[in-house]
């Protein structure tokens, strides 16, 4: 059974970093892609970010490359989201997915 939980969310001015954490268990890194995907208020689901460990690659929404990098250690079973330049339009709830299966996500609130 895969298990997703994620860390690290706050509030933040703008401009500033976070880190995101999401902890993983019961699945095989480097088997399937995993990625953060987020939902601000009102909105629906957003893809953010995803790493395929396997083939070495990664890739961002338009709006967040430059600023956001994914990362994943398979020897702490962990994945990642470094958060740099946040903006207002950050906000929103974070959830790292995995093997189609999501965590509970952690709210990130970019506000001066």
């Known amino acids: 059974q895969v298990q997703l939980v994620e860390s690290g969310g706050g509030l933040v001015q703008p401009g500033g970093s976070l880190r995101l954490s999401c902890t993983v268990s019961g699945f095989t890194f480097g088997r399937w892609p995993m990625s953060w995907v987020r939902q601000a208020p009102g909105k629906g689901l957003e893809w953010v970010s995803s790493i395929n460990i396997g083939y070495g690659t990664t890739s961002y929404l338009t709006a967040v490359k430059g600023r956001f990098t994914i990362s994943a250690d398979n020897t702490k079973n962990m994945l990642y989201l470094q958060m740099n330049s946040l903006k207002p339009e950050d906000t929103a709830v974070y959830y790292c997915?995995?093997?189609?299966?999501r965590g509970q996500g952690t709210q990130v609130t970019v506000s001066s």
């Open positions: 997915t995995a093997a189609n299966h």
